[in-house]
């Protein structure tokens, strides 16, 4: 499944960089929840950066290893975003959830909420997914090794 990469004018990208630091710097939420700490080692794709600053994807998928591991609600991610001149993306965890399966999650979630505008139901989104990888290895190897997490985000942005 080949996702097209958008034209994309990064000049009034809104990356909620300053809303993190604010959040950050007084240990709390604007809405008075305690801050948790924040992740920024991982990257994503521009169209899914896109789709989840416009509150069409609520939920990200990722093997449940490395900082995913550690992610927990009111934390925040930091995603740099791919071949964007290192443009960010700042979303706050509204929950996290385990699976074992890409599958799993992409029933229960939706593919709306994790992968919305691919077309091809279920099976598709899974191939999608695995044909991801990361710094610890192809996402198909790390789901049967550690199972999955789907991640519940919103922008902070906004």
């Given amino acids: 499944v080949n996702v097209q990469q958008p034209v994309i004018d990064w000049s009034s990208w809104q990356s909620g960089e300053d809303q993190l630091q604010v959040a950050c710097d007084s240990g709390q939420w604007p809405d008075g929840k305690r801050f948790g700490k924040v992740h920024t080692r991982p990257w994503i794709q521009a169209p899914y950066a896109i789709k989840i600053d416009a509150k069409d994807k609520t939920v990200e998928g990722r093997p449940h290893c490395g900082w995913v591991e550690e992610a927990r609600k009111d934390d925040a991610i930091r995603f740099t975003i791919t071949k964007s001149k290192r443009k960010y993306l700042c979303v706050r965890v509204r929950g996290t959830k385990r699976f074992k399966t890409f599958k799993e999650m992409l029933k229960e979630c939706g593919m709306g909420a ?12 899974v191939c999608l997914y695995r044909s991801f990888a990361t710094t610890m290895g ?21």
């Fill in 114 to 125: 994790c992968r919305p505008g691919v077309d091809g139901g279920i099976d598709a989104g």
């Fill in 138 to 158: 192809p996402y198909d190897v790390l789901e049967k090794k550690y199972g999955v997490c789907g991640i519940f985000i919103e922008p902070i942005a906004h």
